[in-house]
């Protein structure tokens, strides 16, 4: 009589389980490299936020920089940035609502603030005007407060 070779399984086993180790090592690996990404992502974002809204608004007040063509005023309890205030057509900069908005109408026409264009996502924007220095203090997101001073250069008769 012949007698069957005794199979051991354990060689399977132990190749099933090193691949098993091996599938969780790459899992982890890619879980905290998809975690770091994601923060970086993020970061970026609200760093990308931050400068576009500045950037915004240092632009728009470029513009319109002439004498006596830049103002805050306070409307309703809010701070708006006039641009054009001597000229027949005006732009409205303010925050409204969880955004930084934008109002370009007739200067006969009353300023409704729902009518605005939305620009862009803030928590926050305060400004003022103190002879020919503009300062903005933007909160682009909770907990976060950039401050901006521009010197109006139409004040000093560099008209643009």
């Given amino acids: 009589m012949r007698r069957k070779p005794i199979q051991h399984h354990i060689d399977g086993l132990a190749a099933l389980l090193l691949f098993g180790v091996f599938a969780v090592c790459v899992l982890a690996v890619l879980l905290t490299g998809a975690d770091a990404y994601r923060r970086l992502t993020q970061r970026d974002q609200a760093a990308y936020d931050r400068r576009t809204c500045e950037q915004y608004l240092t632009t728009r007040v470029r513009q319109a920089d002439r004498t006596g063509s ?91």
């Fill in 70 to 160: 830049v103002a805050i005023e306070n409307r309703g309890g809010t701070d708006v940035l006039v641009l054009g205030a001597d000229e027949e057509y005006i732009t409205y900069i303010y925050h409204y609502e969880g955004w930084l908005m934008e109002l370009y109408i007739w200067s006969g026409e009353p300023m409704v603030p729902e009518e605005g264009r939305q620009l862009l996502e803030a928590e926050g924007l305060e400004m003022s005007l103190e002879g020919s220095l503009l300062t903005f203090k933007i909160s682009p997101a909770p907990g976060v407060t950039d401050t901006m001073l521009l010197s109006l250069r139409g004040e000093e008769g560099v008209d643009a």
